[in-house]
Nanobody
């Protein structure tokens, strides 16, 4: 299968916004759970948001709750991550992932089967 493909990363000043998008037609079309993870240099990968289907209750990490919003469009086969009020500590490489686990939308990366290459987000102070 074609893995998920992220886009939309870049550089922004603290307090700014970015929107990441993930194209994953072979997974969204199969009703996989979709999640966003990030990894900063020297740190472990962190699950930040996951969503089973449009309208379902999303799950967020405490570190991004209230600032980030995950959304899913099954017609476009995309899952987006709107990031507002960005902080320097949000700087990381962001990954989109797909899961067929019944435990989804848990943010445990062991539940996710397919991963994108990632997109870099850099937030300057």
């Amino acid at each position: 299968r074609v893995p998920p493909a992220e886009s939309g990363g870049g550089s922004v000043q603290a307090g700014g916004s970015l929107r990441l998008s993930c194209a994953a037609p072979e997974y969204i079309g199969m009703s996989y759970c979709m999640g966003w993870f990030r990894q900063a240099p020297g740190k472990e990968r962190e699950g930040i948001a996951a969503l089973w289907r449009p309208g379902a209750q999303p799950h967020y990490a405490d570190s991004v709750k209230g600032r980030f919003t995950i959304s899913r469009d099954n017609n476009r086969n995309t899952v987006d991550l709107q990031m507002n009020s960005l902080k320097p500590e949000d700087t990381a490489r962001y990954y989109c992932a797909a899961s067929d686990s019944v435990r989804c939308p848990r943010l445990d990366d062991r539940d996710y089967n397919a991963w994108g290459q990632g997109t870099q987000v850099t937030v300057s102070s």
